[in-house]
């Protein structure tokens, strides 16, 4: 038994919002590829951009599964959503220039399965499951490619696991200050999964807004990426990494004022909220 | 039927099409693995499954109370099945990597004490919040007597409540849960680390040395992925709350056990074809 909770319908349809952000997400984290061609790692930044509109695509994924009241938590959804995007996305990364697209299709097999195992065999029969887990794997492992080449300008296994620095004029090759030696990837894991978590987790209720939600992720976002930026200062040029940095500032300083005028627009309004519906709403 | 006593029922009964299903998918993944890495990827497999396996039966001791037990309304400790399990399991996982070169038995072992040490502080200090912060006694809303001390339940708990606090089955259940858990994230990461280290060093063409950091890294990325996926896959499995191993949710383990395995089969197989291809 699981009754939907649709407390406010209306807004942009799921669908649309879900090939929005998938376009969006592929051709920024294509974009920062840019930096192979033009040999710069000027172009780094649209990896940030990448998980964005991941992010922004996986909050509302998340919207629809946990209106259904899984019982769980939100921030669940998050932890396997990011658990099985991680692994697509670790051995994506061995396809070069195909990862992004590799990375979608095996997170896609991945969520597929896992959405059947939790929807058939524990018994959860929720409708909007494997589609929704299937989702979210895609969200993990678009996200955290994202934050990898948003940090290290590539997304590439090799670039991935090794940074060369200057020795007393050699240069040499070096495997523990890189993006998965020195377990940058658990950071961006985790930020990664606490963005995409706390939106929904913050504005559920009777006066859900999709607008101020979804413009809550974008904020989350973005302050993940000023965290990315700041650490991409270790791997690519300082002039790069600061590009980054001033993207993402920018980017939170206008979604968060977003975000405040929209709370104060809802704020200001005062809705019958029915009484407390029969099951809970997260 | 109050907000906070509808909780999603989903069913407790078995779905015997979806469980063959399961096994048959787990069949499979073992023979693909058989088929790329017959030696050094399915023995790390297997061991990731077990770890897998032993995460999720784990996670059903745990006493976990959500929300409802945050107000004092239903007994357990007052958060979700994944912070739970990712704090008690990898508080294992490090004392298990800290011990990894001291050979597998030793470091499951430091695995599980990891955990549960971690559950046994954690259910002390949330009771000490219960009684002394929030006054209000432990009692189990599940059963009449608590199984392992005898003592009786109800007299103390409050009308209107499903229980409260953290009896002390529950605590026992924590610990072992936390015990569990704590070594089967450690066995996946041990399986995977193995693997890692045999098979990177002619992957990137560097030696031994070099590659440890990105082996140790990404063993301990899986390690976490994997232990993420079946702690909520087990969440599922017991619709957010259960009080431990006395409550009769406790009884639906079969279906995480498949669950589980299934779920850490997939993942252990992508992790392992990054080596073997």
Not at chain 2, 75 to 88: D, E, F, N, S
Request: aromatic fraction near 10%; include cysteine.
């Amino acid at each position: 038994m699981s009754v939907k909770i649709e407390v406010i319908a209306g807004g942009v349809p799921h669908d649309k919002i879900m090939i929005a952000g998938l376009v969006s997400t592929l051709v920024c984290i294509y974009l920062t590829y840019l930096n192979a061609f033009t040999n710069t790692q000027m172009f780094s930044f649209f990896g940030g951009l990448a998980v964005v509109a991941a992010l922004i695509w996986g909050s509302h994924t998340i919207k629809v599964l946990c209106s259904y009241g899984i019982g769980t938590g939100v921030p669940s959804a998050g932890m396997i959503a990011f658990g099985s995007g991680t692994i697509a996305m670790l051995l994506a990364t061995k396809y070069g220039m195909l990862a992004p697209i590799v990375a979608l299709v095996l997170a896609a097999v991945i969520g597929l399965i896992l959405g059947y195992v939790s929807n058939n065999i524990l018994n959860m029969k929720i409708p909007a499951m494997i589609q929704a887990l299937t989702e979210m794997a895609v969200v993990g492992a678009l996200t955290v490619m994202g934050f990898a080449a948003m940090i290290t300008g590539g997304f590439t296994f090799t670039g991935l696991t090794t940074s060369t620095a200057t020795f007393l004029g050699f240069p040499i090759t070096s495997y523990a200050n890189s993006f998965l030696g020195g377990g940058l990837i658990a950071v961006a894991f985790l930020l990664g999964a606490i963005a995409i978590q706390h939106p929904f987790n913050a504005c559920l209720g009777p006066g859900w807004k999709q607008d101020r939600m979804l413009m809550l992720t974008a904020e989350c976002g973005f302050l993940s990426m000023i965290v990315a930026a700041v650490m991409s200062f270790a791997f690519i040029s300082a002039g790069a990494a600061l590009i980054s940095l001033i993207v993402a500032i920018i980017g939170w300083l206008y979604t968060y004022g977003q975000f405040f005028a929209m709370s104060k627009r809802d704020a200001a309004a005062w809705l019958d909220s029915k009484p407390i519906p029969d099951t809970e709403g997260h | 039927m109050s907000a906070v006593a509808a909780k999603p029922q989903a069913g407790g009964a078995m779905n015997p099409t979806a469980m063959a299903v399961g096994v048959v998918l787990l069949i499979i993944i073992l023979g693909a693995c058989y088929y790329v890495s017959p030696n050094l990827g399915l023995t790390a497999l297997i061991g990731v499954i077990v770890g897998g396996v032993l995460i999720g039966f784990g996670t059903h001791f745990v006493p976990v109370g959500g929300a409802p037990a945050a107000m004092g309304q239903a007994p357990g400790i007052a958060t979700g099945v994944a912070m739970l399990a990712a704090g008690a399991g990898l508080a294992g996982l490090f004392g298990g990597a800290w011990a990894a070169p001291l050979g597998t038995t030793v470091a499951t072992i430091t695995g599980g004490i990891g955990g549960g040490l971690m559950m046994a502080i954690t259910c002390m200090m949330v009771n000490f919040v219960y009684v002394y912060g929030m006054g209000i006694p432990a009692a189990s809303g599940k059963v009449l007597h608590d199984p392992i001390t005898g003592d009786s339940q109800a007299e103390f708990k409050s009308q209107g409540t499903e229980g409260h606090g953290l009896p002390f089955v529950s605590f026992v259940g924590g610990v072992i849960g936390g015990i569990l858990a704590g070594a089967g994230g450690t066995l996946i990461y041990l399986a995977l680390l193995d693997l890692y280290k045999a098979t990177f060093p002619t992957l990137m063409s560097a030696t031994h040395a070099q590659v440890l950091p990105v082996a140790v890294s990404v063993a301990g990325m899986f390690a976490v992925a994997m232990f993420l996926v079946n702690a909520v896959l087990t969440a599922y499995n017991i619709t957010g709350t259960i009080e431990g191993p006395h409550d009769p949710k406790f009884k639906r383990w079969p279906r995480a056990i498949v669950a589980s395995a299934v779920a850490s089969a997939l993942c252990g197989f992508v992790a392992i074809l990054i080596v073997a291809i």
